[in-house]
């Protein structure tokens, strides 16, 4: 078993290696990747082959906060004031329906579960009601994964973001709320008034916290010209957010979210780059923060009783985010596929859950419910476990959820565009081709009949031989009465590199971008260097904006 400081290392590179092979594998099968993530983590953790056991998990709890923080200002960065305004009353509506509903089937099924199995009333309602605050929760970090692995776009892709980013706020104040009311209920000494006054500082001054952060960080954006910089001043500003949150105790993700809110609004256009540099940046992060959800899962020596409300929980929980967004999507009046489809969407549970039933552990910790069972130890294991159920249902039902909207494939950026084409997509055939027994005279008289800046020389059978450019002609401006007599075959430039017309597009752009041209010739074939015409940078760009404005 691996346990020591110095086997962290190996554990988090086992736990991104192992994670990246497992999501490769489940996206072979057609299945979310991020049940790849679990998988691995299951494997290697204590359900599994136990190389992370207690005190590795326990000792890469702030990396957890990191990644939730990362998550959650991703998910802000998707909430623009637009849609806010246009969507608001409809997300407000589905928000309360799906969040209430699931908190009050859940807290009463299983308050009289507990009851028949405890017969003290007090002690099962108590147990029901953080059940029930828990369950209101959807786990951003798994709904996000699928929705960016699938590339979904659209209305209900729109709706689920906004959900599952203001559900939090909402599980927070049910969470405080239900375990004010089991101390009160099991004779504690917590006060209803006391618990409502402590979520909103924690959840107010998540929001003031993240605002600040916002903007602090929209002011780096708009000033800093160095696209690396902004990204380390963003992760800093992030890790400094997320540390103030800790110490203060207010909500870890509302925090980051809000800053990442507050970014996207003041700087719609500039925070595009960095809210992709930021993303690309997390994406072992993500890795590693499910394969460490999947590692602490354990699900051995569960009583009886607590496996029927393991069942209970995952089913009312389930019709109730599928029931309450129906009634909040239809009151408001939501898109029809809003109405059918947004509840299929809910169901993933993961790091907010169990980190509430983590705190639920510290405030009720000494709460007995039967004899030798405490009620820390019910909230900590039934949550364990239908986590690994609702994840394992939750990230297929979001794909099949907005498959059958036919949003999918829909969120294309350039790079996708750029990597499905080859060059023979782009190739510009009408370019002028230069001999090299053109004279310069000729060449300048091309040049200034076309917008080229840079064109293909060709020997008598039409093999690509070199480029010539505006460039190599400005030593010659200041004689013109040598342009008769000089031939471009005298002042040729050797293409430094020249792209077959079935080269893909995405290499023959890196190719640009190493030697630094906007321009390379384009050949048949390495073997046979026939011209066919020329690779240009300005050229691509149209089209592949062209293609997506069709898209």
């Not at 000494?189 to 602090?216: C, H, K, N, T, W």
């Amino acid at each position: 078993m691996l346990s020591s400081s110095s086997s962290i290392l190996f554990i988090l590179g086992i736990g991104i290696f192992g994670g990246i092979g497992g999501a490769w594998i489940f996206q072979k099968l057609k299945i979310p990747q991020v049940l790849g993530y679990l998988a691995i983590g299951i494997l290697i953790g204590k359900s599994g082959f136990q190389l992370i056991n207690n005190d590795v998990i326990s000792s890469l709890n702030n990396f957890n906060y990191f990644a939730l923080g990362i998550i959650g200002f991703m998910v802000g960065g998707e909430l623009h004031g637009s849609t806010l305004k246009k969507y608001g009353k409809q997300f407000s509506a589905i928000l309360f329906g799906e969040g209430i509903l699931a908190f009050t089937l859940v807290t009463v099924s299983i308050s009289i579960v507990l009851y028949i199995f405890t017969k003290n009333f007090a002690a099962s309602l108590a147990a029901g009601i953080v059940f029930g605050a828990i369950a209101s929760a959807t786990d951003p970090a798994s709904t996000m994964s699928v929705l960016w692995e699938y590339r979904s776009k659209g209305v209900l892709t729109t709706t689920i973001i906004a959900i599952v980013a203001l559900d939090d706020a909402l599980a927070m104040t049910l969470y405080g709320l239900g375990t004010g009311l089991a101390q009160m209920i099991l004779g504690g000494d917590a006060s209803f008034l006391s618990q409502l006054s402590r979520i909103g500082i924690e959840l107010f001054g998540a929001v003031i916290l993240g605002a600040i952060a916002g903007y602090i960080m929209n002011l780096i954006v708009r000033y800093s010209s160095d696209k690396t910089r902004t990204m380390v001043f963003g992760i800093g500003t992030l890790l400094i957010l997320i540390a103030l949150s800790l110490t203060l105790e207010v909500d870890v993700i509302l925090a980051t979210m809000t800053m990442g809110i507050v970014v996207t609004n003041l700087a719609p256009n500039r925070s595009k780059e960095f809210f992709e540099l930021i993303k690309s940046f997390s994406a072992p992060i993500y890795v590693l923060f499910f394969v460490l959800v999947g590692a602490r899962l354990v699900l051995t020596n569960m009583p009886g009783f607590l496996w029927v409300i393991v069942g209970l929980y995952v089913v009312f929980r389930s019709v109730g985010k599928m029931v309450g967004t129906w009634i909040g999507a239809k009151i408001s009046h939501a898109d029809p596929v809003v109405q059918k489809y947004a509840g299929f969407s809910l169901f993933a549970q993961g790091g907010v859950a169990i980190g509430l039933s983590i705190m639920a552990t510290q405030h009720l910790q000494n709460l007995e419910i039967a004899n030798g069972i405490f009620l820390s130890d019910i909230i900590i294991t039934g949550v364990t476990a239908t986590t690994f159920i609702v994840q394992i249902i939750g990230p297929p039902m979001t794909k099949l959820a907005v498959k059958l909207a036919k949003e999918t494939g829909k969120n294309i950026t350039e790079e996708d565009v750029i990597a499905k084409w080859k060059v023979s997509d782009v190739l510009d055939t009408s370019v002028p081709r230069i001999k090299t027994t053109d004279s310069v005279k000729t060449v300048v008289a091309i040049f200034m009949d076309s917008d080229y800046f840079c064109l293909p020389v060709v020997d008598q059978d039409n093999n690509t031989v070199g480029m010539i450019s505006i460039n190599d002609l400005k030593l010659l401006m200041s004689s013109q009465d040598t342009w008769e007599w000089i031939l471009v075959g005298d002042i040729l430039v050797p293409a430094p590199e020249v792209i077959t017309r079935s080269e893909s597009l995405d290499e023959a752009m890196r190719t640009l971008d190493q030697l630094g041209r906007e321009q390379l010739p384009v050949v048949e074939t390495k073997e046979n260097p026939t011209s066919v015409g020329i690779l240009d940078r300005r050229n691509v760009k149209k089209m592949v904006n062209r293609e997506l404005v069709s898209l």
